[in-house]
């Protein structure tokens, strides 16, 4: 298979969810359809528990199963699928946000019962900011839940997108008789025996016809007539230039437990889902056709074993073919690596592959020379957009508790922050360092972490920060500018690389900030042009 072939056929994309939507579930479920796996319960759940376990524990129990999940990768008709792993827990949600940069498109699971949730909603509006192409899957039909068309009016309201029903449930819960595949005019329908098997469905072009009055009773035969009558007035004609330009969202109903509505949504998606995509670079817009490699670093994942330092940097391939052994430019440290075991991943297991080709993730042996956003290049000096630093939520000052172990504190500071475990400023005042994080969890996994696998010690100390903004003065010789640093001064301090960040207490101080000072610019977040 040539060169061009290869990439038309793969299909990189990833699962968002609120946790406990079923993300985990229709994973595995996919995985089976493409043979990757042989039964149900193989893929472990990766979601963090708040049970008995303290939260570390928990962490690193999470941390070793996500390391197999991290990429999920089979074939189906012909096509090579890469599901690229995304937490759900909202304390990760920066994990999320970078993986994102590295799909093509994305399927977003919502439970029928409990709706749109928060997750979600913050999932999906990175999506759109970036027109990532979105199908919608709803979820656990056999369940009672909310009305299907209320369903897709909060799917388009709180969720801003347009909805296309390509398939429609029969009943739901108690009464849940199938699915009507309007994509392929099929009906499928459920039984609740057998839940793990696969069931096709029956051709069915004419719902019209009395037979299905004997197929699901006359009553449903009704409904279903009158609703598909509503789908095909109300709501607009699939159109796939529209999905790919993220301006519609088809939409299936299903039940990933019992494995209905899987085989529509995944039959539909090999079909309409986008090929790799050119990406922007701060220089040009690549295209994955081109012969020369080029990729980006998307996640760091370092070694469960903490007495060896060596991580796993996930690279998406943007264009050209990666080779094992061959030497590429690593543009930010301006060096030359070569990599001798180069690894891919198929379902849950990792192997060392000779070649990669745009689309594909590999993971790349790393003994701190990565850091999230790096771009490898055959040479060319240029680097990819669109890996920005979001404000934390969480600020507190990180204090060396053993002083003999000053030098392995600050440099488990540096991988970690280097692996996007959090973000660290340090105040330009007295050079104190502040840990900024999504979620309070992240203070344990770095306490833990601190000890457990570079032998230091650190304590934190409360600060009161609402916001970090990036500051972007229009012109820095500027008396505005030079007013704002003098009197701003205990508030500002430097992110890990080097950009001037505005830790402001509140939101007034913030408004206060850009009506005192309008050259001046407060972004929030680290990437602006
Ligand atoms: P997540 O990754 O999005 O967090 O969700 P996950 O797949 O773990 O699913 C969350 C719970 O919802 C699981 O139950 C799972 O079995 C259930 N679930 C998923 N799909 C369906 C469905 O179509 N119908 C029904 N009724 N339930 C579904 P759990 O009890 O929390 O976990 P487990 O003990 O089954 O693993």
């Known amino acids: 298979m040539g060169f061009i072939e290869e990439i038309a056929r793969r299909r990189t994309f990833g699962i968002v969810s609120h946790p406990d939507a079923g993300k985990t579930t229709l994973t595995e479920k996919l995985l089976l359809f493409g043979g990757a796996i042989q039964e149900a319960g193989a893929v472990k759940n990766n979601k963090i528990r708040k049970s008995a376990t303290s939260d570390f524990m928990e962490i690193e129990r999470q941390r070793g199963i996500s390391v197999a999940t991290s990429v999920l990768a089979f074939f189906y008709k012909d096509k090579k699928i890469n599901i690229l792993d995304t937490p759900g827990h909202k304390d990760f949600a920066e994990d999320t946000f970078r993986t994102l940069t590295a799909v093509d498109s994305v399927i977003v699971v919502i439970d029928v019962a409990k709706g749109v949730e928060e997750q979600t909603e913050k999932l999906v509006a990175v999506c759109r900011m970036r027109q990532i192409p979105i199908i919608v899957f709803i979820n656990k039909l056999d369940r009672e839940g909310k009305d299907a068309f209320d369903l897709l009016d909060e799917v388009e309201q709180k969720l801003g997108l347009t909805t296309v029903p390509l398939s429609f449930p029969i009943g739901m819960g108690y009464d849940f008789k199938g699915i009507y595949n309007v994509w392929k005019e099929k009906l499928n329908l459920y039984s609740g025996e057998n839940k793990q098997k696969i069931s096709t469905g029956v051709e069915f072009t004419d719902i019209d016809k009395a037979e299905l009055d004997d197929l699901i009773g006359a009553d449903a035969a009704t409904t279903l007539r009158e609703e598909l009558e509503i789908i095909r007035e109300v709501y607009p004609s699939f159109n796939q230039e529209a999905y790919l330009s993220g301006d519609q969202q088809p939409v299936f109903f299903g039940s990933a437990l019992n494995n209905f509505g899987v085989q529509e949504l995944l039959d539909c998606f090999v079909e309409i889902a986008p090929p790799p995509l050119p990406k922007s670079s701060d220089t040009r817009l690549v295209k994955p056709d081109e012969k020369k490699l ?121 991988q970690l922050m280097d692996e996007g475990v959090a973000q660290l400023f340090t105040l330009e005042i007295n050079n104190r360092k502040i840990i900024g994080t999504v979620g309070a969890l992240q203070y344990e996994v770095i306490q833990y972490r601190l000890e457990h696998e570079y032998g230091a010690k650190c304590t934190y100390e409360n600060i009161h920060v609402h916001k970090a903004c990036w500051v972007d003065p229009d012109d820095d010789s500027n008396d505005e500018y030079k007013e704002f640093i003098r009197i701003k001064q205990k508030y500002l301090a430097r992110d890990k690389q080097g950009q001037l960040v505005f830790l402001a207490d509140s939101a007034f101080s913030i408004q206060m900030a850009q009506q005192k000072y309008p050259s001046v610019k407060l972004n929030f977040t680290s990437e602006f042009d």
Do not use: C
């Not at 993730?361 to 956003?373: E, S, W, Y």
């Open 294 to 414: 080029t990729g980006f670093v998307f996640k760091i994942h370092a070694n469960m074993d903490p007495n060896h330092r060596n991580r796993l940097a996930f690279v998406k391939i943007v264009s050209g073919i990666f080779k094992r052994n061959f030497p590429y430019t690593h543009v930010r440290l301006g060096k030359k690596f070569k990599f001798s075991s180069p690894n891919t991943f198929f379902a849950e297991k990792k192997e060392i592959v000779d070649e990669s080709f745009p689309g594909d993730i590999v993971g790349l042996h790393d003994t701190g020379n990565f850091k999230i956003g790096d771009t490898l290049t055959e040479g060319e000096l240029m680097s990819f957009k669109g890996i920005p630093s979001f404000s934390p939520e969480h600020f507190r000052y990180i204090n060396n508790a053993d002083p003999l172990k000053s030098k392995q504190l600050y440099k488990g500071i540096d």
